[in-house]
């Protein structure tokens, strides 16, 4: 059994930035990806990047490129979101997870989850 345990979300104002962090422990640690997808009330959790954990390729939404990084360090197990100009668009419940499949963008291709952290970006 793997645990995914999120930190780092708080309030910020539009143009901040925050660094999300989510740690996995548990049995051994090999997940083909980890992502990161997000939620608000009323709508379907939205992919928003994701890292290959042994190649380390990248994967990002359209809406976030250039403005979020995703990154991770084997030696932690931990996977950071790095997110910068942040604006009240992505004010949502952000979620770590970690895949065995192939398909980093699809929420059933995950097979666990973090308990989400909540990130507020105020106008």
């Known amino acids: 059994q793997v645990q995914l345990v999120e930190s780092g979300g708080g309030l910020v104002q539009a143009g901040g930035s925050l660094r999300l962090s989510c740690a996995a422990s548990g049995r051994t640690f090999s997940p083909y990806a980890m992502g990161w997808f997000r939620q608000t009330p009323g709508k379907e959790r939205e992919f928003v990047t994701a890292?290959?954990?042994?190649?380390?390729?990248?994967y990002y939404a359209d809406s976030v490129k250039g403005r979020f990084t995703i990154s991770r360090d084997h030696a932690k197990n931990t996977v950071y979101l790095q997110m910068n100009s942040l604006k009240p668009e992505d004010t949502a419940i952000y979620y770590c997870?970690?895949?065995?499949?192939?398909?980093?963008?699809?929420?059933?291709?995950?097979?666990?989850w973090g308990q989400g952290t909540q990130v507020t970006v105020s106008s």
């Open positions: 890292i290959t954990w042994s190649g380390g390729s990248t």
């Open positions: 997870a970690a895949e065995k499949g192939t398909s980093v963008y699809t929420p059933n291709e995950y097979d666990y």
